[in-house]
T-cell receptor
Framework: DTEVTQTPKHLVMGMTNKKSLKCEQH?????MYWYKQKAKKPPELMFV???????INESVPSRFSPECPNSSLLNLHLHALQPEDSALYLC?????????????FGPGTRLTVT | LAKTTQPISMDSYEGQEVNITCSHN???????ITWYQQFPSQGPRFIIQ???TKVTNEVASLFIPADRKSSTLSLPRVSLSDTAVYYC???????????????FGKGTSLLVTP
């Protein structure tokens, strides 16, 4: 199984809502990632988890709160978002340090903030 | 992270070989060169990775000259389904036990027509 699953596929939320994005993989990968991608732009790294611990935070606003409850799951909790946060949110996973250095991406969650 | 430069867009006809060149003049000794493919509204997909010389897999070839300041992704006999954005990434994948960040550049939008 080389699949990364993400739920929901689409999400519409108001600026006062609290919602969560979920990502799951069963490849035994111990590194997991969140990326944000705006239309016609490349993906931008948000967070990296390694062995269930946050290892990289690319200065992401606190209204985005990641969580890695176990080695297979990665969540992104959303609160008080702004319309400019509307984007495709991509989750990825990989071996921590093993060739090939390949990240497996999920299909993404299309988020619209109204 | 090394900066990469690649053409914004390329056009090709079905059945032709497509070569996309990426410039990475300040590549570091430990850096690997990796290419990803992305279709609209999907997550990027790993294509190929190399450190030096030539790498070939069932999908593509990657040519890396001795100075490693550039690389060329070669797609043999493209089809309509190869229409996508292709990203060249350069970075130190080994690092520590903290996963590794992918720094996506602007990518090359390839359009394949009949």
């Amino acid at each position: 199984d080389t699949e990364v699953t993400q739920t929901p596929k689409h999400l519409v939320m108001g600026m006062t809502n609290k919602k969560s994005l979920k990502c799951e993989q069963h490849m035994g990968h111990r590194a997991m990632y969140w990326y944000k991608q705006k239309a016609k732009k490349p993906p931008e790294l948000m967070f990296v988890y390694s062995y269930e611990k946050l290892s990289i935070n690319e200065s992401v606003p606190s209204r985005f709160s990641p969580e890695c409850p176990n080695s297979s799951l990665l969540n992104l909790h959303l609160h008080a978002l702004q319309p400019e946060d509307s984007a495709l949110y991509l989750c990825a996973s990989s071996q921590v340090s093993e060739e090939p250095y390949e990240q497996y991406f999920g299909p993404g969650t299309r988020l619209t903030v109204t | 992270l090394a900066k990469t430069t690649q053409p914004i867009s390329m056009d090709s006809y079905e059945g032709q070989e497509v070569n996309i060149t990426c410039s990475h003049n300040n590549i570091a000794t430990n850096d690997y060169i990796t290419w990803y493919q992305q279709f609209p509204s999907q997550g990027p997909r790993f294509i190929i990775q190399g450190y030096k010389t030539k790498v070939t897999n069932e999908v593509a070839s990657l040519f890396i000259p001795a100075d490693r300041k550039s690389s060329t992704l070669s797609l043999p006999r493209v089809s309509l389904s190869d229409t996508a954005v292709y990203y060249c990434l350069v970075g130190d994948m080994v690092g520590s036990n903290s996963g590794y960040a992918l720094n996506f550049g602007k990518g090359t939008s390839l359009l394949v027509t009949p």
